[in-house]
């Protein structure tokens, strides 16, 4: 073989092999970016913890009575606080939701008792533990119900028409309905009712007598508020 026909053959071979590696290498940039397949740590990357900050109006069911007087009766002023509640989800259905916040009420006398007036006055904090259901089929659209317990403190009491006033710290019962709006993965907007089942004892000294009595609360809770999920 000449050497001419050497150099030849050795060209042609360069030739097509820089042909092919820029063939290639067009391939290469027209295929479509593989995206990496998400990690369980990822996926599961969502906090399980919530919070809520809520306007809520507490409206109590005037009822109650004073031990031994025929045709008494009471009432008990509502009030609009603030409120916060911290939500753990179990799972993406099941979590517990604990509300804070404490409000002012003032007692007075009804039927019999009207003549009284007010008869005192209580701060109340009603701390409430529910358990709770959320239905995770309606997209941004989460409502939820829930059942649980409420131990009430009364502090700072203070007396008007009764010289003393001693209204006892009580657990209730609470049932729960509300739902969410989610607005993006974070932030939602919030309605919830909770119905608290709470009846407390109390002790007063009326006129010089030392009477007992039982309030008939049973708020109703009513909010709406911002919801943010970690």
Same mark, same amino acid.
Request: aromatic share 12%.
């Given at each position: ?13 360069? $030739? ?7 063939? &290639? ?11 990496? $397949?998400?990690?369980?740590? &990822? ?15 507490? *409206? ?5 009575? =004073? ?8 009432? +008990? ?5 603030? /409120? ?12 517990? /939701? ?8 003032? *007692? ?6 009207? !003549? ?5 006055? $209580? ?9 709770? +259901?959320?239905?995770?089929?309606? !997209?941004?659209?989460? @409502? ?19 010289? &003393? ?11 729960? &309905? ?6 993006? /993965? ?18 007063? $000294? =009326? ?11 049973? @708020?109703?809770?009513?909010? !709406? ?6």
């Amino acid at each position: 073989m000449t050497t001419t026909c050497t150099r030849r053959i050795s060209a042609l071979a360069a $030739t097509t092999a820089i042909l092919l590696f820029a063939q &290639a290498a067009g391939a290469a940039d027209l295929m479509p970016a593989v995206e990496p $397949t998400p990690t369980a740590e &990822a996926i599961g990357a969502v906090s399980p913890w919530q919070i809520r900050v809520r306007g809520l109006g507490v *409206i109590t069911n005037d009822e109650g009575s =004073v031990d031994g007087v025929a045709g008494s009766d009471l009432s +008990y002023s509502d009030s609009v606080i603030p /409120e916060l509640d911290i939500t753990y989800y179990f799972t993406d259905n099941l979590a517990a /939701e604990l509300i804070l916040g404490t409000t002012w009420a003032g *007692i007075y006398g009804e039927g019999s008792l009207a !003549g009284l007036g007010r008869i005192g006055s $209580t701060w109340v904090l009603p701390p409430t533990l529910t358990l709770q +259901y959320h239905f995770t089929d309606f !997209g941004a659209f989460k @409502p939820y119900v829930g059942a649980g317990v409420n131990y009430t403190i009364f502090y700072n009491q203070d007396t008007d028409s009764a010289t &003393a006033l001693h209204v006892k710290d009580s657990f209730g019962f609470a049932l729960q &309905a509300g739902f969410d709006y989610m607005i993006n /993965e974070h932030w939602g907007v919030n309605f919830d009712v909770k119905k608290i089942f709470l009846r407390p004892d109390f002790d007063v $000294t =009326v006129g010089g007598a030392n009477l007992t009595g039982n309030a008939k609360l049973d @708020p109703w809770l009513i909010g !709406g508020g911002v919801t943010y999920r970690f």
